[in-house]
């Protein structure tokens, strides 16, 4: 049987519209329903007025944030150029980020290790590198001029340089040696 | 009701409109989108025929126009419920399960009416529900007399591969209708 089969498309037919009209459709009949369905029609209220508000709100909203976040930019930067507040944000991390290290504890020439101190916390606070001595607490003490003036002094270049040479080679290079077995001059 | 009867612009003569379509149109649309969503779909049909009533022009038919603008609506609403259907698939608890069919509906030429593209159920529904011919379809839909022959040719294929069934028991009646009336002449 083809698709356009007379007898397929009657019998279709009869049975499309048996389903459709038994649907129970209910239409408003008097004027009041009908104005109802159309909530923009003659007696309604428009909401164009309502979303042009909105939109000057959002407007309004957009333009505060795009201002707060310029400004905050230019307090935290000192620079007026947006472009500018990414590398001068990094170089203040940079900055802060060897102050970070000195909250561990480090030990003094005397050996008695020290907790975090407060001065660590400032100064990664501020955002002005600190040139002060007392600021560099690295474990190298032997650069400062206070770890070089310390009483005992062990592993410095100094130490090295002492007149009392303890594992140096010139025991080596003995008289005994020279004049022994010979294997070293064969 | 003859289109001369209204009159472009007309807030009476489309309340008129609307309650001598109103019944149809929300059957047409229970052929496309299913029960949940007739009445949804016919009132912003609707809605949007009375924002456009003032330009209607007399040289379509009234229900005609009307027609048009809830198979666009239609049309509108499958594929938002085929985006809906994507999402829930992608995200289950995000999006509400679609409405269940209601009793007696999904087993029979409606539903699967309903299986096809928008455009061929329309075309189905217009031809097999309403009565109209292809002309006056081609109008309604604003396309060409041929391609409204070959969107039902194409759609009664699908509907007959679909409604097999259906149309087997039909024969089925008929066989056993006949092969009775043998038996009652014999």
Redesign the interface.
Known sequence: ?K??DPK??A???S???Q???R?P?T???R?GQ?QG??????NSMSLTPLVAVLKSQVAVIAATLVVGVSAIGMATTGSPNPKVWGADLMGSIQRSAPTTTTTTPTPTPEGTPTSGTPLTINSAASPEPRDTPEAVSSPEPTDTPEASASPEPRETPEAVASPEPRETPEPTATPESNGGDGSGDD | MEEGEYTAGDPEAFERLYRSTHPRLVRTLYGLVGPGAAEDCAQEAFEKAYKAWPRWRGDAPAEAWIHRIAINVAVSHRRRSRLVEIVGMVAPGLVAAPDPPSDGWGQDVTHAVRKLPVKLGAAVLLRYYHGYNNREIARILGIAERTVGWRLGTAMARLRTDLDDGLADIEDRERLSLRNGQHEAN
Do not use: C, I, S, Y
């Not at chain 1, 369905?37 to 003659?42: E, L, N, Q, S, V």
């Open positions: 049987m698709p356009t397929f498309e019998w279709f037919a049975r499309l519209k389903n459709l009209d649907l459709v239409t408003p009949e004027q009908v369905h159309f909530p923009f029609g003659r």
